[in-house]
């Protein structure tokens, strides 16, 4: 059991997080701070958190494992804040959905402290944002990927291991590079086809009568759409490369299917849409094809 959790960013992730540290007993105290104190006040009240913190640094402040749950774009300043009160026996996580950029940003901001941080993403999330949808479940039974450093220490990456385990965790480790790379296909590409095809939809002169006709397969294709867009604004930015060489494969397979209608070559395009659905009918989350 972890003596304190010091959190940093008291919304949808960060309070999950400390409600399921609390709920497998693997914390004494929650420490919390947000940017908004009326955010922190509402977590202490629902629970979340024990201690409201007036700072971040004064959140980690006793603390033996501390979460960051910020924008991916605030990672450098919130580490920056803390850096006086790391050491070596401190545990810092993060659970920003881009990793690559989030390393560089903590060997800047920790410099020496850098190997206590383990870069993590757990696999989870809601469309709706802030701590009053926080839940104990939120990561249970989902994937963790743990992005780790030749400097980061082996006994800190031990620790975040064995606690997204003791969650009910499924944990992966590879490299920032690869991560960024799988989830721009997977992730952040999915979110930008959604964001796009609303606004596609809406900026047409019937576009309010067309979504008044959308049925449950338009609902669950355009969930995401809904996400928080100063959240996805930071992850899109930050993963822009992978992401914008991901968009041009997907056009590249729009363009392909377009161009089978335009023909009305009915084989190929069913070929095409066979393979898709195939592929979709036998995948299964965290498996990988054989």
Known sequence: ???????IGCG?????????????????????????????DRARQLGVIDVEAPS???????????LVAVPVAATEAT???????????????DVGSTKADVVQAAQRALRDQVGSFVPAHPITGREVSGVEHAEADLYSGRQVILTPTERTLTVQLQNAEKIWSALGCRVTSMSPESHD????????????????????????????D???????????????????PKVWRDILLSNRAELIAQ????Q???????????????????????????????WRMGAKRK
């Open 252 to 282: 590249q397979a729009l363009r392909n299917i377009e161009q089978a209608m335009e023909k009305g070559n009915a084989q190929a395009l069913e070929d095409m849409l066979t393979l898709a659905s195939e592929t979709r009918a036998h």
């Open 210 to 228: 067309f979504l008044s006709l959308a049925g449950p397969g338009f609902r669950d294709f355009t969930r995401i759409a809904a996400s928080d």
């Open 79 to 93: 580490l920056k804040a803390i850096k006086h009160l790391v050491t070596p026996q401190m545990l810092i996580m």
């Open 181 to 208: 790379a799988a989830f721009a296909a997977v992730s952040h590409l999915p979110h930008v086809l959604a964001f796009a095809m609303m606004n596609s939809i809406t900026g047409q002169s019937h576009g309010d």
């Open 1 to 7: 059991m972890f003596e304190q959790l010091g959190l």
């Open 12 to 40: 949808l992730m960060g309070g999950s997080f400390a409600l399921a540290m609390k709920k497998a007993g693997l914390v004494k105290r929650v420490v919390g701070y947000s940017k908004s104190p009326s955010t922190t």
């Open 56 to 66: 971040a640094l004064l959140a980690v402040a006793g603390a033996d494992v501390v």
């Open 247 to 250: 968009s041009q494969l997907f």
